[in-house]
Each structure stands twice: as C-alpha cells, then as structure tokens.
Nanobody, 117 residues
Framework: QVQLVESGGGLVQPGGSLRLSCVASGSIFTNNEMAWYRQAPGKEREYVASITSRGTTNYADFVKGRFAISRDNAKNTLDLQMSSLKPEDTAVYYC???????????WGKGTPVTVSS
C-alpha cells in the first residue's frame, strides 16, 4: 500500500523559512527519484524539486537558490528546506515519485504553507 505523509507546513512571514518532511512507504521510495510538488489555491499542481536515489537534485526555476531538497534512504524520508519564502509560495505541498503530473496513482494529504505578513 502506497503511503505518503507530509508534515512541517504552517504560517510564515515573507522572507522566513520552513522545513517540510515526508515519510514514504518503501514501495514508492526505494530506488526511485522523488519530488516535491505544490498546488496553490485555484491553480494546477506543479513540480517544485526532485532528487534521485543517489542525491542528484533538480529545481523549478522559481525556487532555485531558495529551496533545498534532500532524502534519507535509510529512513524513507524526503525533506524540503525552504528559505526566503514569498507570498507566491503559498500552497499545499506534496511529495511523491518524480513522474509527470497525472501519472501518480495516489497522493498524500499534503502540508499547507502560508506565506503572509
């Protein structure tokens, strides 16, 4: 059974930082490239960042230099360190395998991030 549990979201002021975490079941995590996605109110879900099982990372242009993705293969966890947050980063953040959006069989509940003063 696929299990994805995201946590760490909350309310933060512009310029602040948050660290998101995701615990994934082994069937989805082990040896797979993993990613963070987000969905802002009224918008489509979009890719944020990804990491291979060996640690190679990739980022959407709008988070480059501000976000850092990491993983712990022993614990099946995926993290997203977010810094210099902007109001436009407000969204629900999800983790999942790095696949084209629409290809995923299921999603976790996500963790909401609100950037506001």
């Amino acid at each position: 059974q696929v299990q994805l549990v995201e946590s760490g979201g909350g309310l933060v002021q512009p310029g602040g930082s948050l660290r998101l975490s995701c615990v994934a079941s082994g069937s989805i995590f082990t040896n797979n490239e993993m990613a963070w996605y987000r969905q802002a109110p009224g918008k489509e879900r979009e890719y944020v960042a990804s990491i291979t099982s060996r640690g190679t990372t990739n980022y959407a242009d709008f988070v480059k230099g501000r976000f850092a993705i990491s993983r712990d293969n022993a614990k099946n966890t995926l993290d997203l360190q977010m810094s210099s947050l902007k109001p436009e980063d407000t969204a629900v953040y999800y983790c999942n395998r790095d696949l084209p959006i629409g290809w995923h069989a299921s999603w976790g509940k996500g963790t909401p991030v609100t950037v506001s003063s």
